[in-house]
């Protein structure tokens, strides 16, 4: 108690010297706040008990909304920001706003960024969840007078020009405009397949949302291939699924449609704007540009081909063509044989029919080509038994090529003698004759079997070693040796003769040394 009367005395003192007695009341309470109210509650700064009650601090709430009316009406009824604040029935305004902190205080410390849009009326869902709070809330106005209705804000985003009323979200989502809720089947137009994709102006030109045709033509007229040949009834052949797929019955008409016709696209055939134009009904009628065979093979495309497509083909060269294809005639194209219309070129069946300009044998071996040749090829596939002619192919013979034998193309007249082929191969120069089978052997040269000592000569000593031209210069058949040793050796003969030509009698085979004497 003698502290208040201590402050009540220094307050009444230096009341007494600032001014009269009449502003006692508020000088004392000007003179005892803690600071200066912020801007905004300036012009009450004078007046305590706009915002205080000194004999019940609890009602300093009640107070306040007193003036903030709004905020108040908020509270009462639980909605708007302060409302929904959790304990607000009993809650202190300046437990959030706090005064006396300078004229430039911020008592209002609303942090953006972190506010809780969701505590409004007015939840951001959709893409209002990204909108920047300025694009909503204008500046110079308050929070709360930003407004809730869709068509304040988006008025100028209206396609519609406000024909449909301002209640957007009875057709649209917060998400964005696009995706609209607006119930077509209500209306005399129900909207399937691909109608449910076209965008409201592709039908509502100019915003024009009634009397708008209902008639496929009204739309599609410039679509219609038929050039109105068939009518403005579309939808007898057609549906709302996409143009090609369609009812129209095709079986019904002269031509059903079979095979790879039931994907082709009306137009292709159907050239004209007017359907009922006459068309061909024979492959060539539509194909011709397409056919491989240029027309050799006839107009009858069926007969080979199926209306699936041009391979495989059907036909059977055995039974339809009556020639059977075998070996490298399987992959051949028709046109390689058929070079002209089949109606005006008969084929015939004898390989050298076709095959007379590739003979190397120049015809002198017949035309019968099977005989020797398969039908896989020419060279690989010979069946030419040799067997079966004049000279039977044996040892080395056998892996000789033809042509190394039979130098021209008549594979005929080709020598049969050893010496006429091996002339210079022969080591004896012919001085062993002609006959080489006599002593080789057709393996190799190198296996022979001549046996001497049928000779009258057999090969002795030294003579074992001795090459045949070394005593045969001439041919046998030219000059016959003699059987003494100075048939051979006379020039080695150091007695000159003088003991006769009978060497042996005092030599042997092996040396004309160590000579024994008798």
């Known amino acids: ?55 019940d601090r609890a009602k300093q709430a009640e107070l306040c909304m007193a003036c903030h009316k709004e905020v108040g009406a908020d509270v009462r009824a639980h909605t708007g920001f302060h409302g929904r604040l959790p304990g607000i029935d009993t809650a202190q305004c300046k437990a959030c706003h706090s005064e006396h902190l300078g004229r430039g205080a911020d008592i209002v410390k609303l942090n953006k960024p972190a506010f809780d849009h969701s505590r409004t009326d007015f939840v951001l869902a959709g893409a209002h969840a990204s909108a920047a709070c300025a694009e909503c809330h204008q500046t110079g106005k308050k929070f709360r007078e930003a407004p809730g209705a869709c068509f304040d804000c988006h008025r100028n985003d209206d396609p519609h020009a406000g024909k449909f009323g301002k209640d957007c979200g009875a057709c649209h989502a917060v998400a964005s405009w696009s995706n609209a809720k607006f119930d077509h089947g209500k209306t005399k137009f129900a909207l399937h397949d691909k ?32 050039a109105g040949s068939r009518g403005a009834d579309c939808a007898s052949c057609h549906n709302a699924a996409g143009w090609k797929t369609n009812k129209f019955d095709h079986s019904k008409t002269k031509f059903p449609l079979t095979g790879a016709h039931t994907s082709i696209d009306c137009k ?50 055995t039974r339809d063509g009556k020639y059977e294809l075998l070996g490298s005639h399987v992959r051949l194209g028709c046109h390689v044989c058929h070079t002209a ?53 044996v040892g080395l013979h056998v892996a000789v090529p033809c ?49 001497h000592a049928k000779t009258g000569f057999p090969l002795l000593g030294a003579h074992v070693r001795a090459t045949c031209e070394g005593c045969h210069k001439q041919p046998p058949d030219v000059v016959k040796l003699a059987g003494d040793c100075a048939s051979c050796h006379t020039q080695d003969d150091v007695h000159l003769g003088q003991f006769g030509r009978q060497c042996q009698r005092c030599h042997n085979a092996s040396t004309f040394k160590g000579a024994r004497l008798q």
């Open 1 to 55: 108690m003698r502290h208040d009367r201590v402050v009540l005395a220094t307050a009444l003192a230096i009341a007494a010297f600032v001014g009269p007695v009449t502003t006692l009341g508020a000088g004392i309470e000007t003179l005892l706040m803690p600071g200066k109210v912020s801007a905004a509650h300036a012009k009450l700064e004078s007046e305590c008990t706009q915002c205080h009650d000194r004999a």
């Open 268 to 317: 292709v055939c159907h050239k004209t704007a007017n359907i009922k134009d006459p068309l061909p009904t024979d492959c060539a009628g539509c194909h011709r540009s397409e056919d491989a065979h240029a027309n050799r093979l006839g107009d009858g495309c069926e007969k080979c081909h199926s209306a699936s497509a041009w391979k495989p083909t059907n036909f059977d060269h």
């Open 195 to 226: 109608h449910q994709q076209v965008p409201c102006q592709g039908c509502h030109f100019g915003k024009r949302y009634t009397g708008t045709p209902m008639l496929c033509v009204s739309c599609h007229a410039p679509d219609d291939v038929h």
């Open 341 to 393: 219309p089949v109606t005006e070129q008969k084929l015939g069946t004898n390989c050298n029919d076709c095959h007379r300009t590739r003979d190397v044998h120049s015809g002198r071996l017949g035309t019968d080509c099977a005989r020797c040749h398969g039908t896989e090829t020419w060279r690989k596939d010979v069946a030419f038994d040799h067997d079966l002619t004049n000279f039977t192919l």
């Open 403 to 451: 042509h190394q034998c039979h130098t021209t193309p008549s594979y005929k007249g080709a020598p049969k003698g050893c010496n006429d082929c091996h002339q210079r191969d022969d080591r004896h120069k012919g001085s062993l004759g002609k006959e080489c089978e006599t002593c080789h052997s057709p393996n190799g040269w190198g296996i022979w079997e001549f046996d």
